[in-house]
């Protein structure tokens, strides 16, 4: 558990992330529920995006009680006006159950492994073109 030191300038920070956002920056808060992201502080950041951390996302598949964490996670982010971003999405499997669970976007291996700039560029518009 974190020690109040560490979160001893939240409001500095809060104002800090509303100044961004006055200017048009969108905010996600990456690897939710893992590490330091305390619900008694996250609430209070002005975040546009939720990222579900693949460690949860990767599991869905070993039983139902973590689909139901991952389900939870994507209801509580909708419920605070948020956009849902799955990472780690591997498998069609994991596909189908996250769109059941209406999350909005994803990334992983299942879409493409990490490419440099121009390759990523290349996909895009085979991908756009093939529509």
């Not at 048009?24 to 579900?52: E, N």
């Not at 994803?106 to 990490?114: D, T």
Request: charged share 20%; proline share 3%.
């Amino acid at each position: 558990m974190p020690s109040k030191s560490n979160f001893g300038h939240v409001d500095e920070a809060i104002a800090l992330l509303e100044r961004l956002k006055a200017l048009g920056i969108k905010l996600s808060m990456d690897d939710f529920g893992t590490g330091y992201s305390s619900l008694s502080y996250w609430h209070r950041f002005p975040i546009d995006t939720l990222k579900v951390d693949q460690s949860f996302v990767r599991r869905m598949d070993d039983s139902q009680q973590n689909t139901e964490i991952v389900k939870t996670i994507i209801m509580l982010g909708h419920n605070l006006n948020m956009d849902i971003v799955a990472e780690g999405i591997e498998t069609e499997g994991n596909v189908q159950t996250l769109k059941n669970l209406n999350c909005e976007y994803g990334q992983g291996y299942f879409f493409s492994k990490p490419l440099p700039v121009t390759a990523l560029e290349d996909l895009l518009n085979r991908t756009l073109y093939q529509s």
